[in-house]
T-cell receptor, first 118, second 109 residues
Framework: GAVVSQHPSRVICKSGTSVKIECRSL??????MFWYRQFPKQSLMLMAT?????????EQGVEKDKFLINHASLTLSTLTVTSAHPEDSSFYIC??????????????FGSGTQLSVL | GQNIDQPTEMTATEGAIVQINCTYQ??????LFWYQQHAGEAPTFLSY????GLEEKGRFSSFLSRSKGYSYLLLKELQMKDSASYLC??????????FGAGTRLAVHP
């Protein structure tokens, strides 16, 4: 199956610093990647859709200046949490869509990044 | 918009069968997915239904009724390792995957 690599798996940072999370599709090209956030015992909440070569599309309530997304190549999308605060502490997961012909039914997820802001 | 409902928690006995239900409301539908997620890990794909009926894959089966906005995941011959959260997710008319809150399944001996 397709592999999505997400790095780092865990990061602890001080309030006010910025943190970059990388998401790579290792054995396929992904024109579209998705970024989710998950708080403990809650579901995954879609934050934004990352499109290669164009601006990301953010969900309602997600600050685009706070969560910077860059999808510069067909295999890499990055999420930067700028000026992180304790309320940004969460589990962030990326996913990439594997498209086969006209049936793009599968999303493959990275292993997630646990962000803790002190 | 869309709305997805599934039970918060379920318990079952090792070796038994458990059915996890999911009901949804959406303005656009492009498929329903089930994922398994262990605590602190990323979800892993279990099944995909876009047409009505039952899809069977080993110990796991998933059913969909589009007219009723209803799906279920059936797990047979439960094992302790099946203790996890099971996420129902639908792909809406914008091809975005929207997740339900998940059902935490506890399998006990």
């Amino acid at each position: 199956g397709a592999v999505v690599s997400q790095h780092p798996s865990r990061v602890i940072c001080k309030s006010g610093t910025s943190v970059k999370i990388e998401c790579r599709s290792l054995d396929f090209q992904a024109t579209t990647m998705f970024w989710y956030r998950q708080f403990p015992k809650q579901s995954l909440m879609l934050m934004a859709t990352s499109n290669e070569g164009s601006k990301a599309t953010y969900e309602q309530g997600v600050e685009k200046d706070k969560f910077l997304i860059n999808h510069a190549s067909l295999t890499l999308s990055t999420l930067t949490v700028t000026s992180a605060h304790p309320e940004d502490s969460s589990f962030y997961i990326c996913s990439a869509r594997l498209e086969r012909g006209t049936t793009n039914e599968k999303l493959f997820f990275g292993s997630g990044t646990q962000l803790s802001v002190l | 918009g869309q709305n997805i409902d599934q039970p918060t928690e379920m318990t079952a006995t090792e070796g038994a069968i458990v059915q996890i239900n999911c009901t949804y409301q959406t303005s656009g539908f492009n498929g329903l997915f089930w994922y398994q997620q262990h605590a602190g890990e990323a979800p892993t794909f279990l099944s995909y239904n876009v047409l009505d009926g039952l899809e069977e894959k080993g110990r796991f089966s998933s059913f969909l009724s589009r007219s009723k906005g209803y799906s279920y995941l059936l797990l047979k011959e439960l094992q302790m390792k099946d203790s996890a959260s099971y996420l129902c997710a639908l792909r809406n008319g914008y091809n975005k995957l929207i997740f339900g809150a998940g059902t935490r399944l506890a399998v006990h001996p």
